[in-house]
């Protein structure tokens, strides 16, 4: 059973231009999680995704990116005319359980997004 | 803001001697995990704590739950240079779906 698979693991791109983040939960995983980590910080929250439905993204600022889970194939996060800024890794993390029962999230490796 | 805050922030000992790492949180939790995430990696699940649950073990690791101070400690005995990481606090509550990450420990086991 493999873990939770995120790429590319690292990513450049110059101002303004699009970065695409994939994740693929683990077998049997319908629930995604997605984390920004920047240096020297935790983990932020941005956006807790069930398959074709966005549960919370609280976390996820309002402007230039998004995320979705379709029915087939990985969850995307999007980060349009990327920014400076927006250099950091971001992580993953897939769970089986949903509501408020004992929970354990799965990490992906993470992608490391790199502006120039 | 639930976000937590680790002390120290930076740890640094000889191999075999124990390390002991503190989180602290502001509002009323369900659970308590702490992860550990080497040099450029991700993270990685060592133990859960209720809240209803006052101390833990796990092989060399000890967690304990203070939920009237809000705050919890992880200790790692005997330690090895392996354990050199980051370790994290993460909270989640009864209202919302997130995990909040506390800004974690730096452990350095010097060999």
């Known amino acids: 059973n493999a873990g939770v698979m995120q790429n590319p693991r690292h990513l450049v791109r110059r101002r303004g231009q699009e970065a695409r983040l994939r994740c693929s939960p683990m077998?049997?995983?319908?629930?995604v999680y997605w984390y920004r980590q920047l240096p020297e910080e935790g983990l932020k929250f941005m956006v807790y995704l069930q398959k074709e439905n966005i549960i919370d993204e609280s976390g996820m600022p309002k402007e230039r990116f998004s995320a979705e889970f379709p029915k087939e194939g990985p969850s995307i996060l999007r980060i349009q005319q990327v920014v400076r800024g927006d250099s950091a890794a971001y992580f993953c993390?897939?769970?089986?359980?949903?509501?408020?029962?004992?929970?354990?999230?799965?990490f992906g490796p993470g992608t490391r997004l790199t502006v120039l | 803001s639930q976000q937590g805050e680790e002390d120290p922030q930076a740890l640094s000992i000889q191999e075999g001697e124990n390390a002991t790492m503190n989180c602290s949180y502001k509002t009323s939790i369900n659970n308590l995990q702490w992860y550990r995430q080497n040099s450029g990696r991700g993270l990685v699940h060592l133990i859960l704590i209720r809240s209803n649950e006052r101390e833990k073990h796990s092989g060399r690791l000890r967690v304990t739950l203070d939920t009237s101070k809000k705050s919890s400690s992880l200790l790692i005995t005997a330690s090895r240079a392996a354990d050199t990481a980051s370790y994290f606090c993460a909270t989640d509550t009864n209202t919302g779906n997130q995990f909040y990450f506390g800004t974690g420990t730096s452990l350095t086991v010097i060999p």
């Open positions: 077998k049997g995983h319908s629930h």
């Open positions: 993390a897939s769970s089986p359980l949903e509501g408020l029962s004992l929970k354990t999230q799965y």
